[in-house]
């Protein structure tokens, strides 16, 4: 067993307004080992993107404000770390592709300049080095070099999440996020950009976290899944352990009404019944027992501690402490 | 582009033509006889009768605006009824002035304006943006009359008596020295407009998605907040600047009376008490043909700060 | 079918009360729009009151106390002839205040009926009245104002035409834009249907409901129009002496910089106060009609 590049240990974090405070992660605990891909699934609203933009420390802040954890990188906790080290490892080290490609690029630079850009900063050569690269980052993800001097406006939705694909592998990080890459694309544009990700991710030798509300995208490219429900993650575990043996009563429902895990449009998540709670709101207890078929007295009342039920497979639930 | 350009040069020919027909209209009206004004109060009436011939006085109105239009092609705008040398000579002694100061008030203005619209932005909520906010507000209640005649006081006069030299001096033309107070009066009210324009416009950018995007690859927030933030939110400052061009333009006659700036419009309040129509309608129709090519200024800028409108600019 | 219309009509009526109710309780919680509005009425009350406040008449002139600083008898000193500069910029806000007032109210009603008229019928009318805005926006506005006074002659009644005539493109455009928008409400039609003349619509439904948008133009362009006028003035080509106008008293003041600052001082912060109101509470309104546009 190798060391992991990337663990969230207690991770809350808190948005606050003169609304209220939206406890959008409340005590999330993930490892990842170099080279791993592992998926994040849950609903909208779970807590995912803020979840992922604390890795980066991006948290808008005002409202956002990360209140404790660690997020431990190469062994090195990154919210101990100054804002200066910080800029040296977002995307160099860690970087992110975002869910919306039409609002992602800069509308007033060319595609090329944008890619160069994260090139010359990191890796300390000219703008015109960088394009050099940014033209080869472009092949990779099947778009002609020579339109590096395109602006956005010019791509269409598929190709500008390529380039956006591009720009986050053309450091070599060491780890990426991508945040519902393909949920704002047309279902066929969807397929392929998750086949030029997939192939990427065999090419080169990073780790990748997935994030999607469809368990079918996260079959495709992860190893591992994680299921998070109202700031918290309540199952995690291999793909093929989680697929054919899911516990908590939350993944139970998500997989319920699917009849046939090979058929992918059914695999959008569907969850039991109900609402998530809102995360100015969260009941007391374990999040998910409002909604739960198997709630128990206990349920409202603690949270319940995360449990190993099979090999690196663990479950928060009471049904199984 | 080119093609663009010539298309909007072309554009502007009716409006143009309206204001000849407004301005000339107004003068025509008005009370007065230019012949006599050009001769002078003691002339005999046969002279003045044979000048009225001349000058074409005695023509029916629409005749004599066709005339003053055809003349306006060789760049013939009539004669100076105080001078009798021809308006178009009189304005382009007095053109360049107004044109330095003009444009040395509108740099003041966006530099001021976008800086602290910038700084108010990125501080929202905090003390420098109230404070910024409420001096800009301050800056648009004050008439730059006023402030010129402050100016003076304090730059010229009170530092005369403590200090015993004019920091800036208080009129004349040609120095630099002599461009900062007048520039900084006219440029203020602006400065202020842009400043309110540049933070809403800033607060917009620095909520979109691409911000974000430049954030997660380590780019440090003054490159942020400068190049990826600032490029987009220059579109509604430009507009306002071209918009507060107009006012500024107006604002400019005050400013060179105060200063005593030999520029338009100084001439123009001089003719309008010698009743100079010739004149007064030349320099009138010459603002509006800078206002006008200022406006075309700002349309093209916009294709030179966003790619997606020079598409249509085919 | 008739009482099917009134209805209509009756509850677009309340919709829009209610409007102004919210817009009303939006903007009092706005301290600097209060602040604003609080000093506009205080400084109407100074103009109306001005011959109970004022300590001296605009035009009391005493040869022995001429171009004295401030002291106790005269707070903000006297001038060249000997007059109290306090009392002249009292009796002054009734004419600065008029000014903004009447010219706003010019432009408002010649550039509401003409954007209104263009909005309605649309096509050459709405053609014709807006390229002629157009040409108007072209010069700008207070060179224009200069052309018109050159015609009309120097006087304080003048410089308000001319001025007011300078406004009408704003409340053109404005006012056509919301009637354009509120030209296919339902309860226009209702109107139509039951057989209201075309003034009649545009008098009692359409500029009515274009409120709003008026209401932060208007405001906002008072405080324009002093400035305005009182640099026309400045020029002498508005207010002539011994009207106690601000911007004629900040002319004469220019004269005696020198030996007087108080006699371009004061008045010039009075004007300035003046437009801050206004600004402030033109601000506030803007904000309150419309709470997204606010940051
Ligand atoms: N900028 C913000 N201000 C206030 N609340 C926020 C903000 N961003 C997210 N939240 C709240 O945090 C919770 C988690 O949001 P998010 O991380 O975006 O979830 P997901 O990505 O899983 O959809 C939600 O309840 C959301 O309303
Ligand atoms: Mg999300």
Redesign the interface.
């Known amino acids: 067993m190798s060391a992991n590049l990337l663990e969230i240990k207690n991770l809350h974090v808190h948005y606050i307004t003169d609304d209220g405070t939206a406890k959008a992660v409340n005590g999330i605990d993930l490892a990842l080992k170099p080279g791993e891909s592992l998926g994040l699934v849950g609903e909208t609203g779970a807590g995912k993107t803020t979840s992922a933009l604390s890795v980066l420390r991006l948290v808008p802040n005002p409202p956002g404000k990360i209140i404790e954890g660690e997020i431990n990188f190469n062994g090195e906790n990154l919210l101990k770390k100054r804002e200066r080290e910080m800029r040296r490892i977002r995307g160099n080290k860690i970087s992110m592709i975002f869910q919306d490609p039409m609002t992602s690029l800069n509308p007033v630079f060319t595609v090329g300049r944008q890619i160069a850009e994260n090139v010359a900063l990191h890796q300390n050569v000219s703008i015109k080095k960088g394009i050099e690269r940014a033209r080869e980052m472009l092949e990779l993800v099947e778009i002609p070099g020579g339109r590096v001097y395109d602006y956005p406006h010019e791509f269409s939705g598929g190709m500008r999440q390529r380039v956006l694909i591009a720009m986050a592998l053309a450091c070599n990080p060491a780890l990426i996020i991508a945040d519902e890459p393909t949920t704002a694309l047309d279902v066929t544009i969807q397929a392929q950009v998750l086949e030029i990700i997939k192939g990427l991710m065999e090419k080169v030798k990073t780790s990748l976290i997935m994030i999607s509300h469809d368990l079918g995208v996260v079959r495709e490219v992860s190893e591992r899944v994680a299921v998070m429900y109202a700031g918290q993650i309540v199952e995690v575990g291999s793909i093929r352990s989680v697929f054919q043996n899911h516990k908590h009563p939350y993944t139970i429902g998500l997989f319920g009404s699917i009849p046939d895990i090979d058929d992918r449009e059914s695999t959008r998540l569907k969850p039991t019944p109900g609402l998530m709670p809102d995360a100015m709101e969260l009941p007391e207890g374990c999040p998910f027992h409002p909604r739960c078929p198997e709630a128990m007295k206990k349920c409202s009342e603690e949270t319940p501690e995360s449990v190993e039920i099979d090999e690196r497979h663990f479950v928060s639930c009471f049904l199984y402490s | 582009m080119l093609k663009y350009i010539a298309k909007r040069l072309i554009s502007m020919v009716p409006v143009l033509v309206g204001v000849t027909f407004i301005v000339f209209a107004i003068m025509h009206f008005t009370p007065g006889d230019p012949a006599t004004l050009l001769l002078g109060e003691e002339a005999p009436p046969a002279e003045v009768e044979r000048m009225r011939e001349r000058m074409g006085l005695n023509d029916p109105f629409i005749v004599q605006y066709g005339n003053f239009l055809m003349g306006l092609f060789r760049l013939d705008l009539g004669i100076s009824l105080t001078s009798g040398r021809p308006v178009y000579n009189e304005i382009m002694n007095r053109l360049p002035a107004t044109i330095r100061l003009s444009a040395a008030a509108i740099l003041v203005a966006i530099f001021i304006g976008v800086i602290a619209g910038i700084i108010a932005s990125t501080r929202q909520y905090t003390v420098f943006d109230g404070g910024a906010m409420f001096i800009a507000l301050l800056g648009v209640s004050m008439p730059n009359f006023w402030l010129g005649l402050m100016m003076i006081l304090l730059f010229s006069v009170f530092w005369n008596n403590t200090f015993g030299y004019v920091l800036f001096p208080s009129s004349g033309f040609g120095t630099l020295r002599h461009l900062v107070m007048p520039a900084i009066v006219l440029g203020t009210a602006h400065a202020a407009f842009i400043t309110r324009i540049t933070r809403s416009s800033m607060l917009e950018v620095l909520r979109q998605d691409y911000i974000r995007t430049a954030r997660s690859k380590g780019l440090n927030e003054r490159v942020v907040i400068y190049i990826h933030a600032l490029r987009n939110a220059l579109m509604p400052v430009v507009t306002m600047a071209g918009l507060r061009f107009g006012v500024l333009l107006g604002g400019s006659v005050v400013t060179e009376q105060i200063f005593a700036i030999p520029g338009m419009g100084r001439l123009l309040v001089e003719s309008v008490r010698s009743q100079n129509y010739t004149l007064v309608q030349g320099i009138i129709l010459t603002y509006a043909i800078i206002f006008s090519l200022v406006n075309l200024a700002v349309d093209l800028l916009y294709a030179a700060i966003d790619p997606r409108i020079k598409v249509q600019y085919k | 079918m008739a009482t099917e219309a009134t209805t209509v009509k009756v509850s677009a009526k309340r919709k829009q009360r209610t409007k102004l109710q919210e817009t009303w309780r939006r903007l009092r919680k706005n301290r600097w729009a209060m602040g604003g509005l609080s000093l506009i009425i205080f400084l109407a009350l100074v103009a109306i009151f001005a011959n109970q406040i004022a300590p001296y008449g605009y035009n009391e002139q005493d040869y022995l106390r001429i171009l004295q600083g401030p002291s106790r008898e005269n707070l903000l000193g006297t001038d060249n002839l000997g007059r109290d500069v306090l009392s002249r910029i009292i009796h002054g806000s009734r004419l600065s205040l008029s000014i903004g007032f009447i010219t706003t109210g010019i432009g408002l009603t010649v550039g509401g009926f003409l954007g209104a008229l263009a909005a309605f019928y649309g096509g050459r009318v709405d053609n014709l009245i807006m ?2 805005m ?11 104002a ?6 009309l ?1 120097p006087s304080l009644t003048n410089l308000m035409i001319a001025v007011g005539i300078n406004t009408i493109p704003y409340f053109a455009r404005i006012i056509r834009s919301s009637v354009m928008s509120t030209k296919e409400n339902e309860f226009v039609e209702a109107a139509r249907v039951i057989g209201s003349s075309d003034l009649w619509i545009i008098f009692k439904h359409l500029i009515p409901n274009s409120l709003a948008p008026i209401l932060v133009q208007a405001t906002l362009r008072i ?1 324009d129009t002093i ?2 006028a ?2 026309l003035s ?4 508005g207010a002539q002496p011994p009207l106690p106008e601000w ?1 004629a008293l ?1 002319s004469a ?2 004269g005696y ?2 030996v007087a ?1 108080w006699m ?2 004061f ?2 912060i009075a ?3 003046t ?2 109101a206004f ?2 509470l033109g ?1 506030g309104l803007r904000d309150a009609l419309d709470p997204r546009l606010k ?1």
Request: aromatic share 10%; hydrophobic share 60%; glycine share 16%.
């Open positions: 390229r002629f157009d040409v108007i926006l072209a010069i700008p506005g207070f060179i224009f200069i052309a018109l006074v050159t015609a002659g405080g400035i305005i009182s640099g400045f020029l002498g080509l911007g900040l003041g220019r910089l020198r600052w371009a001082t008045p010039g004007i300035m106060i437009v801050l600004n402030l601000d940051n």
